[in-house]
Antibody, heavy 121, light 111 residues
Framework: QLQLVQSGAEVKKPGASVKVSCKAY????????ITWVRRAPGQGLEWMGW????????KYAQKFQGRVIMTTDISTGTAYLELRRLTSDDTAVYYC??????????????WGQGTLVTVSS | QSVLTQPPSVSGAPGQRVTISCTGS?????????VHWYQQFPGTAPKVLVY???NRPSGVPDRFSGSKSGSSASLAITGLQAEDEADYYC???????????FGGGTKLTVL
């Protein structure tokens, strides 16, 4: 059964970094890209970027360039999102999602349950 | 301000039909890029309802349908049910920004 399982909630201080994991089940991890999306309180969905597990290629939203790192570990079928220099504006639920198609512009057919990241002093 | 514009809220009575619009421009929907739609209940992850403009994944009721014309797309929900009360998002790609974009989201209230 296709499933993405994310790590638990995090509380961080401003200026710190956070690393969220997303473990895949039920399919060959290397064949489909993983996208990260967040939703801040009272806001809509925001695309952060995506990574190809097969070759490590990434594409980040311009807003997060220089502050975000997406990686994967094919041996464990896990994707990671690291966000640095956190501010209160980064308080949000972070989701990983599987790109439904192997290549090209994509839609997301499976989502993780979400990880709440709270940034507070 | 989202690149794709959705109404903040729509409402309808049980059994009625509602539509949610997603208005873009010549650098996204109008350029021919596909539109996808997601449903999100409070405290849960989004779920795809329509992909590539008008296709429904297996398991999604045929009460949900998508269409696209020019620089806009729409999600129609017929036979409205109380369980349809959720947030709805459109999703596409913008070539000017070279970025995936989401609409701002629409909250559906079933009266």
């Amino acid at each position: 059964q296709l499933q993405l399982v994310q790590s638990g909630a995090e509380v961080k201080k401003p200026g710190a970094s956070v690393k969220v994991s997303c473990k895949a089940y039920g399919y060959t991890f290397s064949t489909n890209g993983i996208t990260w999306v967040r939703r801040a309180p009272g806001q809509g969905l925001e695309w952060m970027g995506w990574i190809s597990p097969s070759n490590g290629n990434t594409k980040y939203a311009q807003k997060f360039q220089g502050r975000v790192i997406m990686t994967t570990d094919i041996s464990t079928g896990t994707a990671y999102l690291e966000l640095r220099r956190l501010t209160s504006d980064d308080t949000a639920v972070y989701y990983c999602a599987r790109n439904a198609e192997v290549r090209g512009l994509n839609w997301y057919d499976t989502w993780g349950q979400g990880t709440l990241v709270t940034v507070s002093s | 301000q989202s690149v794709l514009t959705q109404p903040p809220s729509v409402s309808g009575a049980p059994g009625q039909r509602v539509t949610i619009s997603c208005t873009g421009s010549s650098s996204n929907i109008g350029a021919g890029y596909d539109v996808h739609w997601y449903q999100q209940f409070p405290g849960t992850a989004p779920k795809v309802l329509v992909y590539r403009n008008s296709n429904r994944p297996s398991g999604v009721p045929d009460r949900f349908s998508g269409s696209k014309s020019g620089s806009s797309a729409s999600l129609a929900i017929t036979g409205l049910q109380a369980e349809d009360e959720a947030d709805y998002y459109c999703h596409s790609y913008d070539s000017l920004r070279d970025s995936v974009v989401f609409g701002g989201g629409t909250k559906l209230t079933v009266l």
